[in-house]
């Protein structure tokens, strides 16, 4: 197929500072720009404009300013403003100033994640749209004003124990809801009638619902369609027998109305006689259909995996695929020694046959897989880029069955050309590897050989193996542990080799391989820091062990000799007024700092300054998620790399110039505030214990907070002063000062 001119938004980044990379082919929504020119489209990387005349994509990210890149559902409205569902944040809009707007729980949506958006054919207040609202938590119906979204006149959250994935309305005026309890509806007097098996609704989890060409109600689930008469639901044959229903659309083409139905890798057509029509295959499943693309009789066509499908002028098909990661829940993300960026994914929640290696020059992105390579297995646990630049791949859990896993070792020839790769693959039973599963951490000593640690998996065994890549041989240490579920491993400027136990605390090789020294368990380890578990081990420049355990960062300074106990000393690290620290990784930027990724953003500390910390998250950088798994350090382009639950991030490592460090910005909501509308002003972003003061655009104190009035990263606010009285309307200044002594500014629009 032919593909389309492409243009990023602001460019060729590159290796940008704030730049956001994601998978954006997992299409979700589409609908048409009022000018009849541009698809737009949601996907869980973001927002993409495809001008249909210039062929050219637009691509809005979190390096752009959405709140969220994870959307759900999209509305464009007709003054070409965008409404946009979210999976974490409710519902956002971008107002006709090009700025973006949150709606969330204190918003009145019912629940932050989003699985439906639609406009209301029948507004209760005509000169603004209404928007019908399905989340994990219900439905309600929200009014579009010019700047914020707010809950419609006198509506109300229905079925709010109930997942909501699809509304429809008939031409009645009643509402239709497609719930994980069958089909509900609600008439214009606000009775509620539930549809379930005696209703003949087969399945309790309906996905689709939508109105007919002649206004009857139709619904999908799984393989079947099923048309409301008299009451009963009842199925509809059609050409689509046996295939997955993903999509029910109803659509105008020429002078007739539609449904249009996504089954398997085509779209169905029913015109208003009864007879189905089948569109053309894409040769991929269809996972929802876009409006009937101008200038043709055709819809566009959005895939879960291969991106949008849209018609040209001559009826042909046309297919746009953005470059990015394989998949957005990136668990792990390593830089080799030519810069070149790799990710993968691996967890109990992701499907594997969406994920892999992903690799990332700077101009492209290549991939590797199962079905494309000789990968082992397309999740990837440990990614690791050895010193001699080649990439050393384990295996989450293995094909099948026990001792079938291992590990891959790549040379990609330093390009993205395959031709020119050279694989190494060692699975256990097959060669010296003992281990089926590779689930942990890798350490590269100065010999070049690497130490492979590796949890215990169901009845997969774990353990400890050092290997030498120029003989290929393999000497386990597994039998010499006093646990064999090893979390990680780190080797350090001193050629010790540090082991973090999944169970049991820290154990060392004192000078690695070549000191030819037992492993030793580290007992002053479980007696002073009181826990046993370690997820993650850095070594920093002046030979000292960061620890990461499952609640706190421990410093242990050994002195340059890992063989006397009498000399460790422990500390724990963590930023001010806060408990704990809970780490998944740690990265050190040479003699500057120590990065931390957490489930809440990144915190940075400095080495030369432990009392300075700066933590970055959605409120207050560019981070695609606040759910940081992985950290690279990149300092010859000063960014480091983050994977994500929602991408890859670049952040700045130094204060010059970057989102992140020098763009310290709170979220406010609502913004316009209207107290009598929203009781509570809600601001986000800030660290936990920061000191707040609310201030008059002329710099005039209104109130402060300290600091253990606010002990979490949301502070509300009632509009009232020192001295409890109401504050009149009015732009005010909020700035919140952190425990690390930065600062944080937002501003609001009050109005009463």
Request: one cysteine or more; glycine letters at 12%; a negative charge.
């Amino acid at each position: 197929m032919v593909l389309a001119i492409f243009l990023l938004a602001g460019g060729v980044r590159g290796f940008a500072q704030g730049a956001h990379y994601a998978d954006r082919n997992e299409v979700r929504a589409i609908q048409l720009d009022p000018s009849q020119a541009a698809l737009w489209y949601a996907t869980g990387g973001g927002l993409v404009r495809l001008d249909l005349v210039r062929e050219i994509y637009q691509v809005l990210s979190r390096a752009e300013g959405i709140p969220s890149a994870d959307l759900t559902d999209l509305a464009v409205l007709d003054d070409a403003r965008l409404v946009a569902g979210t999976s974490d944040l409710g519902v956002i809009l971008r107002t006709s100033g090009g700025k973006w707007v949150l709606a969330g729980l204190f918003d009145g949506v019912p629940h932050e994640r989003v699985f439906h958006l639609s406009i209301s054919d029948f507004s209760e207040n005509s000169r603004e749209p209404s928007l019908w609202v399905g989340t994990l938590r219900g439905a309600r119906k929200l009014a579009v004003r010019p700047g914020f979204i707010e809950p419609e006149h006198e509506s109300r959250i229905i079925l709010a124990d109930y997942l909501v994935y699809d509304i429809a309305e008939d031409t009645s005026g009643a509402v239709f809801f497609a719930t994980n309890s069958g089909v509900w509806c609600m008439d214009e007097l606000r009775n509620f009638t539930r549809y379930g098996s005696s209703e003949g609704v087969g399945s309790l989890e309906v996905t689709e619902i939508e109105r007919g060409p002649e206004g009857e109600i139709y619904i999908a689930y799984e393989k079947v369609i099923a048309r409301l008469s008299g009451g009963i639901f009842t199925p509809v044959d059609g050409p689509f027998r046996g295939s997955m229903i993903t999509d029910l659309r109803l659509l105008r083409i020429g002078d007739e109305q539609v449904l249009a139905a996504g089954a398997g890798e085509r779209i169905y057509y029913l015109d208003s006689m009864g007879s189905w029509t089948p569109g053309e295959s894409f040769g991929l499943a269809v996972n929802t259909i876009g409006p009937v693309v101008p200038g043709t009789q055709m819809a566009a066509a959005g895939t879960a995996t291969a991106g949008l499908f849209w018609p040209d002028a001559n009826g042909e098909y046309r297919n746009l695929r953005l470059p990015g990661p394989l998949y957005n829940v990136l668990t792990r993300v390593a830089l080799d020694s030519r810069g070149t960026v790799w990710t993968s994914s691996a967890s109990d929640n992701i499907p594997a046959g969406r994920v892999g290696v992903s690799r990332y020059d700077g101009v492209t992105w290549a991939y590797f897989t199962q079905a494309g390579s000789p990968l082992i297995y397309n999740m990837i646990s440990s990614l690791n880029a050895a010193p001699d630049g080649r990439l050393y791949l384990g295996t989450w859990f293995g094909p099948a069955g026990v001792g079938t896993g291992g590990f891959n070792i790549l040379n990609d020839g330093g390009t993205a050309d395959p031709g020119d790769d050279r694989w190494e693959t060692y699975v256990a039973n097959n060669s010296g590897l003992s281990m089926g599963v590779i689930r942990g951490d890798m350490a590269f000593d100065s010999e070049g050989a690497v130490w492979i640690g590796s949890q215990v998996n169901q009845d997969q065994p774990g353990g400890l193996e050092y290997f030498e890549s120029q003989t290929s041989a393999f000497i386990s240490y597994s039998g010499t542990l006093s646990e064999r579920s090893v979390h990680t491993v780190e080797a350090d400027g001193l050629g010790n080799v540090w082991i973090g136990y999944a169970n049991r605390g820290l154990a060392v090789i004192p000078g690695g391989f070549a000191g030819g020294a037992g492993v030793r368990d580290v007992e002053t380890f479980r007696t002073e820091v009181g826990e046993t578990g370690i997820v993650d081990l850095a070594a920093d420049g002046v030979n000292r062990l960061w620890i990461a355990t499952a609640t706190k960062v421990i410093l242990l300074n050994f002195q340059e000799d890992a063989t006397d106990e009498r000399k460790f000393a422990y500390r724990e690290i963590k930023p001010p007024s806060f408990a704990g620290l809970a780490v998944s990784d740690i990265e050190i930027e040479g003699f500057k700092a120590a990065w931390f990724a957490t489930a809440s953003g990144i915190y940075r500390l400095e080495l030369t300054d432990q009392d300075n910390w700066t933590v970055f998250n959605r409120g207050n950088s560019t981070l695609a998620s606040d759910q940081v798994y992985d950290l690279a350090i990149d300092e010859p382009r000063s960014v480091v790399w983050a994977a994500t639950a929602g991408g890859l991030s670049t952040l700045a490592l130094s204060a010059e110039g970057g989102p992140g460090l020098g763009g310290l910005k709170l979220v406010v909501r609502p913004n316009p505030w209207y107290p009598e509308r929203q009781s509570m002003l809600v601001v986000s972003g800030m660290p936990r214990y920061s000191r707040i003061s609310i201030l008059t655009v002329s710099g005039e104190q209104v109130c402060t907070f300290a600091p253990q009035e606010n002990s979490s990263e949301h502070f509300f606010w009632d509009g009232s002063n020192s001295h409890g009285r109401t504050c009149a309307s009015g732009v005010y200044l909020i700035q919140a000062k952190a425990p690390g002594g930065r600062t944080f500014i937002g501003k609001v629009a009050l109005v009463r």
